[in-house]
């Protein structure tokens, strides 16, 4: 590629919001996967676009109606909310970032209280202690 060719490959990188890592996986996928002997064009590198399919727990109550194995196939990934995320089991072993769901315990007390002269108990999470 001559420095034209590079500047605008430099361009449609940034317009087509590329991180360096996604960046770093075109260039690897255009060098596993071009016809040797042709120089890559800026397309080759810029038409990589992986997008990994994230699903809630509803979306494969729905699925399950056409595929009873859906469930199988599936992998329950924490994505920083209160409920899982599940992605396709070949993307999880694929990608190395992705911190699978651990079902949380959630840690409580009882506790006797006295509020006006009037007592009792209540069940306390361990955020309102």
């Known amino acids: 590629m001559n420095k034209n060719q590079i500047n605008i490959l430099k361009e449609r990188i940034k317009a087509n919001n590329f991180t360096d890592k996604r960046f770093e996986d075109a260039v690897n996928f255009v060098i596993d996967n071009f016809k040797y002997g042709n120089i890559p064009h800026i397309a080759d590198f810029i038409r990589y676009d992986q997008t990994i399919d994230l699903f809630s727990y509803n979306d494969l109550l729905e699925m399950h109606q056409n595929n009873k194995d859906v469930f199988k196939m599936v992998i329950a990934i924490d994505v920083g909310l209160s409920v899982p995320k599940y992605v396709w089991k070949w993307d ?8 699978k769901w651990e079902i949380k315990k959630a840690k409580s007390s009882i506790k006797t209280y006295s509020d006006n002269g009037k007592t009792g108990t209540k069940i306390f999470s361990i955020d309102e202690e």
Not at 92 to 99: D, Q, T
């Open 92 to 99: 999880y072993e694929k990608y190395p970032f992705f911190k």
